[in-house]
């Protein structure tokens, strides 16, 4: 099975790497769109800022072509930003478009809380999303972000909490997002992204 | 559904070894960062801190190969810092696989130094480290390891570094450090209470109730201690559970 993680200079790959090598799969990095070619599954990694990484992936030519392998159906996981660009837009920069895969607008989370919300917390499960299978639902998990989502055009499987719900897990069909880090999150994290594999080589059959 | 506190194991090193000291002074080896890593990774630590507190120069390639083998150990989140001077000294720790980069004395020389680096890394990837003694009615901010006084006041300091774009404040108690006396709720709550952002306090963990203190009087976020857990004397499931049973929220090992 060939994973593709897009690689765009910022982010936190080698992390993600390491966590897929410790499952036993073996990941390429795509820093172009040929690089996509042929993948059975797609990471999208990601901390930093929206509007940096959207600049990004235009520069190296992704855009459309993350589109397209969404919209063909490829298995694809965007993490923590990753999850964020597959928004329409994000307020952390407003000028700059995402993915648009859902038409929603990213938001900052209200102030009322310590921000960035940095930690572990727990989900909400509005359905039973196939990433958590097996993970006992108090389980927690490692986040560190300012912005979030507060929906996903039906799309949100999970949520937390940290001064307003946010969309913390969505999934439709082949595509999921996590606002956590899966990669940071001991063995729940482990146990989602053993998850995300089986999605991703079920489809591939 | 809350946000858990966070209980954090700080390994000093010299570059390459684990080192301990009381004060700053007087180190002697305390093991191999990466052994110590990957038990803490294993037993439910929340997050790990590697710094390097004799930061020259000459030793920095080491300390970026130290990172390297602490990060290959974790599935948990890493901080790394010391003697970080500049946006390059920041980049190299995060490319060598920490999420989080701590600046300490060249934050004070030029501030802007956050704003540049939160641009870049994110504001979540920068912690800014403060060591504060007790001055009278105020704490005041040393740099270089602790030995510089600064005559800035460290609370004041925290809100401005803040503003500036740190995302985080690691906060060492030098009049706590090494002395096993419990963390200084007092100046952890000072500065909690005016940040926006978490704060870890660190310096004079020994026993659980200093934790449930610095939780609950100091209102922090996070604990930090490094000889307590080095030697045994506190293991991270135990405390885990006494903090839990007391109504602090933790990831309670599973």
């Given amino acids: 099975m060939k994973i593709a993680l897009v690689e765009?200079?910022?982010?936190?790959l080698p992390s993600v790497e390491r966590a897929f090598a410790r499952l036993g799969a073996e990941t390429i990095r795509a820093a172009d769109p040929e690089k996509l070619t042929g993948a059975d599954a797609i990471i999208?990694?990601?901390?930093?800022?929206?509007?940096?990484?959207?600049?990004?992936l235009d520069s190296q030519g992704m855009?459309?072509?993350?589109?397209?392998?969404?919209?063909?159906?490829?298995?694809?996981?965007?993490?923590?930003?990753?999850?964020?660009?597959?928004?329409?837009?994000?307020?952390?920069?407003?000028?700059?478009?995402?993915?648009?895969?859902?038409?929603?607008?990213?938001a900052a989370l209200p102030a009322t809380e310590k921000l960035p919300h940095m930690g572990w917390n727990q989900l909400q499960r509005a359905r039973a999303p196939h990433l958590l299978e097996g993970i006992s639902p108090g389980e927690y998990f490692y986040f560190a972000h300012s912005f979030a989502a507060t929906e996903a055009s039906g799309a949100s499987?999970?949520?937390?909490?940290?001064?307003?719900?946010?969309?913390?897990?969505?999934e439709r069909g082949n595509l999921c997002g996590v606002q956590f880090h899966p990669e940071k999150s001991g063995g729940?994290?482990?146990?989602?992204?053993?998850?995300?594999?089986?999605?991703?080589?079920?489809?591939?059959q | 559904m809350t946000l858990a506190r966070r209980i954090i194991p700080c390994l000093d090193t010299d570059g390459s070894r684990v080192v301990k000291g009381v004060q700053f002074i007087h180190l002697r080896d305390a093991g191999d960062?990466?052994?110590?890593?990957?038990?803490?990774?294993?037993?439910?630590?929340?997050?790990?801190?590697?710094?390097?507190?004799?930061?020259?120069?000459?030793?920095?390639?080491?300390?970026?190969?130290?990172?390297?083998?602490?990060?290959?150990?974790?599935?948990?989140?890493?901080?790394?810092?010391?003697?970080?001077?500049?946006?390059?000294?920041?980049?190299?720790?995060?490319r060598a696989g920490a999420d989080k980069v701590t600046v300490n004395t060249a934050a004070i020389h030029r501030p802007e130094l956050l704003t540049e680096m939160a641009a870049e890394f994110g504001s979540q990837a920068v912690i800014l480290a403060i060591d504060a003694r007790r001055a009278g009615d105020h704490w005041e901010a040393y740099v270089r390891g602790g030995h510089d006084p600064t005559g800035l006041d460290a609370v004041v300091w925290a809100k401005e570094g803040v503003a500036r774009g740190a995302g985080e404040i690691l906060l060492t108690s030098m009049d706590r450090d090494g002395t096993r006396s419990g963390f200084d709720c007092e100046l952890t709550?000072?500065?909690?209470?005016?940040?926006?952002?978490?704060?870890?306090?660190?310096?004079?963990?020994?026993?659980?109730?200093?934790?449930?203190e610095v939780f609950e009087k100091g209102?922090?976020?996070?604990?930090?201690?490094?000889?307590i857990f080095h030697d045994n004397l506190q293991g991270f499931a135990a405390l885990k559970r006494y903090l839990a049973d007391r109504g602090v929220p933790m990831r309670v090992w599973t």
């Fill in chain 1, 8 to 12: 765009y200079g910022a982010g936190n």
């Fill in chain 1, 44 to 56: 999208l990694p990601g901390v930093g800022h929206f509007g940096a990484l959207m600049r990004q």
């Fill in chain 1, 63 to 106: 855009i459309a072509s993350l589109r397209g392998k969404i919209a063909a159906g490829i298995p694809f996981l965007g993490i923590c930003l990753g999850l964020q660009a597959l928004f329409a837009t994000s307020e952390e920069a407003p000028d700059d478009a995402g993915l648009g895969v859902f038409p929603n607008r990213v």
């Fill in chain 1, 157 to 170: 499987t999970a949520t937390c909490v940290h001064g307003a719900r946010f969309v913390a897990l969505l």
């Fill in chain 1, 188 to 204: 729940a994290g482990a146990k989602l992204l053993s998850n995300f594999l089986r999605l991703a080589s079920r489809a591939a």
């Fill in chain 2, 33 to 94: 960062p990466a052994d110590l890593a990957a038990r803490y990774n294993q037993e439910g630590a929340d997050e790990l801190v590697v710094l390097d507190i004799a930061a020259s120069r000459d030793h920095r390639p080491t300390f970026l190969e130290t990172i390297r083998r602490v990060a290959a150990e974790l599935a948990i989140p890493l901080t790394a810092g010391g003697g970080v001077r500049k946006l390059d000294d920041g980049r190299a720790i995060l």
């Fill in chain 2, 189 to 212: 709550a000072a500065v909690s209470d005016v940040v926006s952002v978490p704060v870890i306090a660190s310096g004079g963990a020994d026993t659980p109730q200093d934790f449930l």
């Fill in chain 2, 219 to 227: 209102r922090a976020d996070a604990a930090l201690a490094a000889s």
